[in-house]
């Protein structure tokens, strides 16, 4: 995909507040500091849109961000890191949720799992909840380069035993570029199952 404009459209606190116009949207969830916004950044390839920090928990709004004016990417703030106060974690919960159920313009969540870690309990929470709205997801399992070429294939295996012998994975690192054509194919279907009913 050859990336002729992006912008930060907006950053949402609230869902008031997320942009009319309509275009279609892929969302990017996974949990607290698993990598989305290194993902983003290598998808765009820009090297710093999104911040990437070592902070977990950083991104604490929505933020929409328009691609050559055709659609949109949605940085959803991750989810699961315990220090943050329960407050602040209900806030960011109410959020989500209210994007996910409401959002007619999603075309399809890219779910971000670590390949080195099992699924956590709001991993599965999230995966749940995507099935029983039917939410189109791609799930992908990012930080691939931190692990040998062996035990991606270990990872691989376990993580289809939890989601499924036919869920179709693909292996990405925002370090090495590895998945990234992959997952833009992915993208790109998803994308053409909705041409013409957006506008
Ligand atoms: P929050 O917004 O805080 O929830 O984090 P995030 O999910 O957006 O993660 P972010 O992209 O900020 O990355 C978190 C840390 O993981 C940073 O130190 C990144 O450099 C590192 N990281 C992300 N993706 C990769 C990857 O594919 N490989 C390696 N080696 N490091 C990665
Ligand atoms: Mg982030």
Same mark, same amino acid.
């Given at each position: 995909?050859?990336?002729?404009?992006?912008?930060?459209?907006?950053?949402?606190?609230?869902?008031?507040?997320?942009?009319?116009?309509?275009?279609?949207?892929?969302?990017?969830?996974?949990?607290? !500091?698993?990598?989305?916004?290194?993902?983003?950044?290598?998808?765009?390839?820009? *090297?710093?849109?999104?911040?990437?920090?070592?902070?977990?928990? *950083?991104?604490?709004?929505?933020?929409?961000?328009?691609? !050559?004016?055709?659609?949109?990417?949605?940085?959803?703030?991750?989810?699961?890191?315990?220090? +943050?106060?329960?407050?602040?974690?209900?806030?960011?919960?109410?959020?989500?949720?209210?994007?996910? +159920?409401?959002?007619?313009?999603?075309?399809? +969540?890219?779910?971000?799992?670590?390949?080195?870690?099992?699924?956590?309990?709001?991993?599965?929470?999230?995966? =749940?909840?995507?099935?029983?709205?039917?939410?189109?997801?791609?799930? +992908?399992?990012?930080?691939? =380069?931190?692990?040998?070429?062996?035990?991606?294939?270990?990872?691989?295996?376990?993580?289809?035993?939890?989601?499924?012998?036919?869920?179709?994975?693909?292996?990405?690192?925002? *370090?090495?570029?590895?998945?990234?054509?992959?997952?833009?194919?992915?993208?790109?279907?998803?994308?053409?199952?909705?041409?013409?009913?957006?506008?």
């Amino acid at each position: 995909m050859k990336i002729t404009s992006v912008e930060l459209e907006k950053r949402c606190r609230d869902p008031k507040e997320f942009p009319r116009f309509r275009l279609p949207e892929i969302a990017f969830a996974g949990r607290s !500091n698993v990598g989305k916004s290194s993902l983003i950044n290598t998808l765009l390839t820009r *090297k710093r849109l999104v911040a990437v920090s070592s902070t977990p928990g *950083k991104t604490r709004a929505i933020d929409f961000f328009r691609v !050559n004016d055709t659609f949109r990417f949605v940085d959803l703030p991750g989810y699961g890191y315990a220090k +943050v106060p329960e407050t602040v974690r209900n806030a960011w919960k109410k959020l989500i949720d209210a994007y996910l +159920v409401n959002r007619e313009t999603l075309v399809s +969540v890219v779910w971000i799992l670590d390949i080195r870690r099992e699924l956590s309990e709001l991993d599965r929470m999230l995966y =749940d909840w995507l099935c029983s709205y039917s939410i189109p997801y791609i799930p +992908v399992c990012t930080k691939a =380069d931190k692990v040998s070429l062996g035990e991606r294939a270990k990872r691989e295996e376990a993580l289809r035993k939890s989601l499924g012998q036919d869920a179709d994975l693909v292996l990405f690192s925002a *370090k090495t570029g590895l998945g990234k054509d992959v997952l833009w194919k992915r993208m790109r279907v998803a994308m053409s199952h909705v041409e013409g009913r957006m506008c």
